[in-house]
């Protein structure tokens, strides 16, 4: 048996038809595990963004197998036919920006994933709380989002992918708005969680000074995987 919380093998994925048919995805075998926190990083239009939807359940392959969480969720068609409460429950997505809802505070933009999932309002706040503190950005939690900086706003949006302790947490381009301290500092954290929740943590970057902050680092060209290489980890890395 496998410990990888993240199965893929042989997955393909294409869009259009005829002459305007793009192969986005060819034959992508790769797995990520709990407590591991890989990088997935390429030219732009490699396959990145639908790599990472494939794994969220928003698209679907054309042929191959995904297995998340020890369970098959396509081989030849869903197998999963709930699949907004499987994502909702198992998986974590950060974005680019932090698309917090506007309206709502740090706490209730947190707690907001957890009542959609059936948690009571109080419940959810009180674990929206206790997750702004783990994320260090608890004395934050009655501001609202156009009030934090940008890592605090990342922060907030981390502590949001967490809130329905989900194993799997995938992340597009997480770092990119954000300076190198910055940056190193939701890396860091995401580490933290991946090795603390024994999460799988699979992240979008073109952010060449995050490299190092990987387990693992997965090439991507011309949608096949290219190259994977275990970036050298230096336990004082200062970015
Ligand atoms: N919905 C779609 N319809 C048609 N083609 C698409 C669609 N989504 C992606 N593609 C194509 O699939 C290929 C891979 O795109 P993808 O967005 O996954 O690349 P990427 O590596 O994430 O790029 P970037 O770094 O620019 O975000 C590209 O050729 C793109 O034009």
């Not at 197998?79 to 505070?105: S, V, Y």
């Not at 933290?192 to 990987?214: G, Y």
């Amino acid at each position: 048996m496998s410990d990888a919380l993240v199965e893929l093998r042989g997955i393909a994925k294409g869009f259009g038809e005829g002459e305007a048919r793009v192969q986005a995805l060819s034959d992508i075998t790769l797995s990520v595990a709990a407590g591991e926190v890989v990088g997935l990083r390429g030219p732009s239009g490699s396959g990145k963004s639908t790599l990472l939807n494939l794994v969220a359940c928003i698209l679907e392959p054309d042929a191959g197998l995904l297995r998340l969480a020890g369970e098959t969720v396509w081989e030849g068609r869903w197998r999963r036919t709930d699949l907004r409460a499987f994502r909702r429950e198992r998986i974590g997505f950060i974005f680019q920006f932090h698309n917090l809802l506007p309206f709502l505070d740090a706490t209730d933009n947190v707690a907001l994933a957890q009542t959609l999932n059936g948690v009571p309002l109080k419940a959810a706040r009180q674990r929206a709380r206790a997750l702004l503190d783990y994320l260090q950005v608890g004395k934050r939690a009655a501001a609202m989002p156009a009030k934090l900086s940008g890592g605090e706003a990342q922060r907030v949006a981390i502590a949001r992918a967490l809130a329905n302790h989900p194993r799997i947490i995938l992340a597009d381009e997480p770092t990119a708005a954000l300076d190198s301290e910055r940056a190193g500092v939701v890396m860091d954290l995401l580490r933290q969680v991946a090795r603390e929740q024994a999460a799988a943590v699979l992240v979008v970057t073109h952010d060449e000074k995050i490299f190092s902050r990987f387990d693992r680092l997965v090439s991507l060209r011309d949608g096949r995987i290219e190259a994977e290489s275990r970036p050298e980890k230096h336990e004082l890395d200062v970015i």
